[in-house]
């Protein structure tokens, strides 16, 4: 029966690699052919204030406000009841907005616009070099400690598993155009942080069986240290992904792209660590010979 379970499962783990692989080549075209549509955070945009009826809920805003301006216009409540921020982009040259007292009319509130100013492209900008810096340092700070932690074949597994999770999560969003802003980033970075914890947790396992058990082959090692993790990482994700659930559905507009970019974090972070991290130390050649301590010379 374990045989049976150990041959299956390294079957299951090639049939999951290449669907990885697959959907990696996917998401790097969908990047490369259609790119990202970039939030008001980083290409600029208009920012209006207005205030009206505090019984009114942004459900009610925001469709008005998106088929009057033609686009996703994000409506986040002020520090205020009643008060409310709108953020949409800047209208192209020949085109004007209609006035949001007009659009929001139907709804009977008594509309008052407070202010509006433009958010120059330069602070976009400026995000956008910060937050590509941010995730360049993160993946050098975890490319170091992954290194120092394994030998480099169990590294290069969870490094690529890292690289795939980030690479699906902003594949999806090119691939569906929504609006990628800071709230998203964020979420790649804490996606960084949960998929190298799953890889950690099972090349530590893969570690202590290739010392434990010297003679094992790599695929069997492989399986067995998936199976002794599995009820771990299956309770971990599906804790997170409960929590990730509702704060999808009860969390509002603003927090929807982190969300969802964070729900297929976890999803693929689980996938990967099982499939992509295994996978890539078994053809790289990885030993039971490389953590065994090597004997030391002896002078004749």
Known sequence: MKNWIITNLTKLRYMTGIVSIALMVISISFICIRGLNWGLDFTGGVVSEVQM??????????????????????VIAADEPGRWILRYAVPAKGETYPAITQVLD?????VQVLNTSIVGPQVGAEMASQGGLALLVTMLCILGYLSYRFEWRLAAGALLALMHDVILAVGFFAMTQMEFNLTVLAAILAILGYSLNDSIVIADRIRELLIAKPKQNIE?????AIIATFSRTM???????MTISSLWLLGGASLQGFSIAMF??????????ISVGTLLPEFVGLKSEHYLPKPESQDP
Request: negative net charge.
């Open 53 to 74: 009826n505090s019984q009114i809920t942004s459900s009610e805003i925001e469709p008005l406000m998106d088929a009057g301006f033609k686009q996703d216009v994000v």
């Open 106 to 110: 139907p709804l009977h509130a008594q």
């Open 220 to 224: 069997a090692t492989n399986n067995e």
């Open 235 to 241: 309770v971990t994700s599906g804790t997170t992904l």
């Open 264 to 273: 297929i974090g976890v999803l693929t972070g689980t996938w990967s660590s």
